[in-house]
């Protein structure tokens, strides 16, 4: 359940036995909405069918976001550059999905460990489990039969929400997620969350949309 009770601090305090978060209309502008509580499957299935995500850095408490405005990739409209359709035709280009979900994981906690990642053990011990309940999906691109790049998310119903990627090779992660977006389109997927905007994102047909369209695509995709 999703609570309707008005915000009495600044931020609204979470406990680990009750599982429910605030309305998501009381997050903070810049998205915050809510500290604490756990990283349980089921609480982390009714953050995610809500629009709302963890993100926290190492020694933090949880803090849980919901950003009044969405960024997006409708699968349909995944962008591929010249440069990149050039480089897959050039090279013999595979995709593979679970091929070891913790691995992927890992690659992309230790590609940002030097900038600073929210990706810690427990994060990453609480996906794997969201993946043990077949809610979150790897996906690894491979370049003439190399691991080139990956990518892990949060797949519910028709909604993929996407979390990081990591690249070993030339076009990684941009393979993994053009094939991705490829296999969702074909899947009648209705986005790919990006949470936040990057320039990078954008030019692969990222989009900003309201939080009121997003969780009509939320509903639509699981068939509400």
Not at 21 to 43: H, K, M, T, Y
Not at 44 to 68: D, Q, R
Not at 98 to 103: A, G, I, L, P, V
Request: charged share 25%.
């Amino acid at each position: 359940m999703i609570a309707k009770e008005k915000l009495v601090m600044p931020v609204f305090q979470l406990e680990k036995d009750k599982i429910y978060f605030p309305n998501p209309s009381l997050a903070e502008e810049d998205g915050l909405l809510a500290i604490g509580g756990d990283l349980s499957v089921e609480r982390l299935f009714l953050a995610y069918t809500n629009g709302i995500f963890p993100w926290f850095n190492p020694g933090e408490p949880y803090l849980w976001w919901c950003p009044k405005e969405r960024f997006i990739i409708r699968p349909e409209n995944i962008h591929v550059s010249h440069s990149l359709k050039k480089f897959m035709r050039k090279h013999d280009i595979a995709i593979k999905y679970n091929r070891d979900f913790k691995d992927t994981m890992h690659r992309c906690r230790v590609l940002r460990e030097q900038e600073g990642t929210w990706i810690t053990d427990e994060m990453e011990e609480a996906y794997y489990h969201f993946h043990k309940e077949q809610l979150a999906v790897s996906v690894e691109a491979y370049v003439d039969q190399e691991l080139a790049g990956g990518l892990y998310g949060v797949s519910i119903g028709k909604c993929f929400f996407g979390e990081s990627m990591f690249t070993l090779k030339e076009n990684g992660s941009k393979i993994a997620l053009v094939l991705l977006a490829e296999f969702l389109q074909e899947q009648n997927f209705v986005f790919i969350d990006c949470q936040f905007h990057t320039e990078h994102l954008e030019s692969m047909g990222g989009e900003h949309i309201s939080y009121a369209e997003y969780m009509e695509m939320i509903h639509k995709g699981m068939g509400r």
